[in-house]
């Protein structure tokens, strides 16, 4: 999937799930607007008050924004009832994104989940060309009706788009979860389910090289952009399966880096700086009462400190207490703390055993580990 976006513009929720929508989509919502009442509206429907055109586009955009929504939160509901949680939808660029902070446990548990986005939008595809029918029939301004029709079909278009084969598409995943339940080998099954993507991103590109020399510019551009979002995707979602069923079943002890250098609490922020941070560079400090760990310091919290008072202020007085810190547990799971790491954003973690840090692993050891499994242990435990 994309990287994790950032700023969220509104925090809602539905059902205990939170939902982001991202400025990208924001800005894509605004060019359908505007392609919709200047171009496809005005073709569709011909001899309307530009105006109308302007609030049919209006009702569409924010329909559209909903049928995702709702798209993502069927798969999130069903994922629940599954054990999977999902504890975020984003809407981002394309579409979507039920942010999966793990592996379903199951085939059926997959397949299940992936399918229920899909039967969602199909489902509502219909209830809302009835309600149209229905809208129709009261006299309702034809706007409104015209813009039901027109979500009918979006809706119809979002779940065939979900079902192309294309990892991790929702297609993609109920190809995953097929193979999954025949070869019962979930790496081999995310494999083949990656190249089939890549296939189809690759065929998705040339037709729209060909379409922009011969039909269309502009169409021809759009497959292009897609297919290449679809590689991307596809690669990225490879790589992050690959990492969870490489790290599932080692222990956090086995990719930390077991050095780590403490601060003592009494030490000014003018002498940390001078006589540990220039020397060692490290991204995060223990800071230690004796034997005693307090909390941790960042190097951009002595930034917060104003300059002046760097001279008095004790490293004690500034840091993260150990109790608001995230952590790490020596014998925790390191599929599961790379997936707490992702979820809580942050890029290095102290390790704990028995109330004292014993180690510290950052999301790029992981990376690092990852790549030498790869290289030198192609194949997991
Ligand atoms: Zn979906």
Not at 65 to 88: C, N, Y
Not at 112 to 125: H, K, L
Request: proline share 6%.
């Amino acid at each position: 999937m994309p990287p994790a976006p950032a700023a969220p513009r509104r925090p809602l929720s539905l059902f205990g799930v939170q939902i982001r929508i991202h400025v990208s989509w924001v800005i894509v919502a605004l060019f359908i607007a505007w392609s919709l009442a200047s171009g496809s509206l005005p073709m569709l429907f011909a001899g309307l008050p530009a105006g109308s055109y302007w609030s049919m586009a209006g009702i569409i955009v924010i329909g559209l924004a909903a049928s995702i929504v709702l798209h993502e939160l069927a798969h999130a509901l069903v994922g629940r009832a599954m054990g999977i949680s999902v504890d975020r939808i984003t809407l981002f660029l394309f579409g979507g994104v039920a942010e999966l902070h793990e592996e379903p446990k199951r085939p059926g548990g997959e397949l299940a989940m992936a399918i229920a986005g899909p039967a969602f939008s199909a489902v509502f595809s219909l209830v809302l060309a009835a309600a149209a029918g229905a809208v129709g029939q009261t006299g309702a301004p034809t706007e409104v009706v015209m813009a039901l029709g027109y979500l009918a079909t979006l809706n119809l278009v979002l779940a065939a788009f979900n079902m192309a084969p294309a990892f991790p598409l929702d297609g993609g995943r109920v190809l995953r979860a097929l193979l999954w339940m025949s070869t019962h080998d979930l790496m081999k099954a995310t494999r083949i389910a990656v190249r089939t993507s890549e296939v189809l991103a690759l065929l998705l590109m040339a037709a729209g090289l060909t379409a922009a020399f011969t039909v269309e510019a502009a169409g021809g551009l759009w497959w292009i952009m897609i297919g290449l979002f679809l590689h991307g995707a596809a690669r990225g979602a490879l790589r992050e399966s690959e990492a969870r069923q490489m790290f599932a079943g080692h222990a956090i002890a086995e990719v930390m880096a077991p050095s780590i250098e403490t601060v003592p609490a009494a030490y000014t922020l003018d002498r940390f700086v001078d006589e540990r941070l220039m020397a060692s560079r490290h991204g995060l400090y223990p800071v230690m009462d004796g034997e005693t760990w307090l909390g941790i310091v960042k190097p951009e919290d002595i930034l917060r400190t104003p300059r002046e008072a760097w001279k008095t202020t004790t490293m004690g007085e500034i840091c993260t207490p150990a109790a608001a810190t995230p952590v790490a547990g020596l014998l925790d799971d390191a599929s599961l703390v790379m997936d707490r790491m992702r979820t809580q954003q942050v890029q290095r973690m102290p390790v704990v055993h028995r109330g004292s840090v014993v180690g510290i692993v950052t999301l790029q050891d992981l990376m690092g580990s990852l790549e030498l499994w790869r290289r030198f242990r192609p194949k997991p435990l």
